[in-house]
């Protein structure tokens, strides 16, 4: 049986990718920041539909990438599926910033990237398997207040696109899922103003997502055969309007 890699696994659109592939029956070692009750009850709720590790640890330091796929080998033989989805938000204008605050949204969203794609690549390689980064759709049109973030999900696509490149010959396929507005804890500071800006003027379906909507896309791209560094966005058609 298949194996997926995932950080970030425990909450939100993480979580909700777990779920999907184990119903699948794809045995999972999840990744966290803390364990706590709401890690367990997850892990128990899953483990009654597959095989599930779990390791807490933050997901940017590359001891943690590299014992997450050793998990991932040493109980279940294989990696077939990496999906990096841990992240955060990075709030404020450039004059907002310090540089620290600048280097630590690298670090969350795209060395921690780096660090458990060269974990998993010689894995990935022995049968192919596909990765899937977690991008925005603040990476891809200019949003107010949040340089970082916005730098941080516009370098995802490229990188997912060099990566494809360089590791098809060896069954490697990388891309990026977009979410728009989905409804986790990411968003729970939203002012009843600001949602029913996004509701009545942003967002074309004139509804938030949920992260079932984004899992139903990512299974698409982490087990469709012949799609690689494509980036898909799952917005309501926010990122496409004009006006």
Known sequence: MEVAVITGGTRGIGAAIATALAHRKVRLVLNGRNDGDEVRNLVS???????????????????????????????????????????????????????????DAFKVHVHSVFHLFRAAQPALAERGGAVLMIGSVAGKRGCPGTVAYQSVKGALPQMARALA???????????????????????????????????????????????????????????????????????????????
């Open 45 to 103: 709720e899953l483990s009654v539909l597959t095989d599930v590790k779990f390791l807490a640890g933050d997901a940017s330091d590359q001891s943690i990438a590299n014992a997450l796929i050793k998990e991932a080998t040493t109980h279940f033989g294989r990696v077939d599926y990496v999906v990096p989805a841990a992240g955060g938000p990075n709030p404020g204008k450039i004059t907002d910033l310090s540089f620290d605050q600048w280097s």
């Open 165 to 243: 490149r360089d590791h098809a010959h060896e069954g490697i396929r990388v891309n990026v899922i977009e979410p728009g507005i989905i409804r986790t804890r990411f968003h729970a500071a939203m002012t009843q103003e600001a949602e029913r800006n996004n509701l009545d003027n942003r967002i074309p379906l004139h509804r938030f997502g949920t992260p079932e909507n984004v899992a139903s896309a990512a299974l698409e791209l982490l087990t469709n055969p012949f799609i690689t560094g494509e980036t898909l966005a799952i917005d309501g058609g926010m990122s496409m309007r004009m006006v």
